[in-house]
């Protein structure tokens, strides 16, 4: 199975921002720490950063006929991206959704989640073992 995880605006900064809520782990480690564990699955993740809604976009139209599933960390847009939210519906691959945080105990705007309205599962808070039961969700989906 090959899946597609998408990281959104400012997970390239993990290591540097923020450290109080993301930790000191950088976003290289977590590339590595997703390679990994799907690895250990038999799956095969691409992982990819943007920090441009548009090109988030593309990402997820290209995905069609290439990939299995979805795991999406749409960062700020997941608040805010309507029209990342069509381009998963357009697709209509299975799709996790995960945070690094908890978003439901964050600021008021970090609560609604246009991906959730898509995704099979919203994974938050659990850091980089999000994304670890993330891939387990996608693999289950295909028994």
Request: some cysteine.
């Amino acid at each position: 199975m090959n899946i597609l995880v998408i990281n959104g605006p400012n997970l390239n900064m993990l290591g540097t921002r923020e450290p109080n809520l993301y930790g000191n782990a950088t976003y290289g480690d977590l590339v590595n720490y997703i390679e990994g564990e799907s690895k250990k699955l038999g799956l095969a993740a691409t992982c990819m950063q943007s920090n441009h809604e548009g090109e988030i976009i593309t990402t997820i139209q290209n995905a069609l006929g290439k990939y299995d599933g979805i795991i999406i960390n749409a960062g700020a847009y997941t608040h805010t991206s309507i029209a990342i939210l069509d381009a998963l519906k357009a697709v209509n691959l299975p799709t996790v959704e995960v945070h690094l945080t908890d978003i439901s105990t964050r600021e008021t705007f970090r609560k609604h989640s246009y991906i959730a309205l898509h995704a099979k599962k919203t994974v938050q808070g659990k850091g980089f073992e999000g994304y670890k039961e993330a891939l387990h969700v996608i693999q289950s989906l295909f028994g």
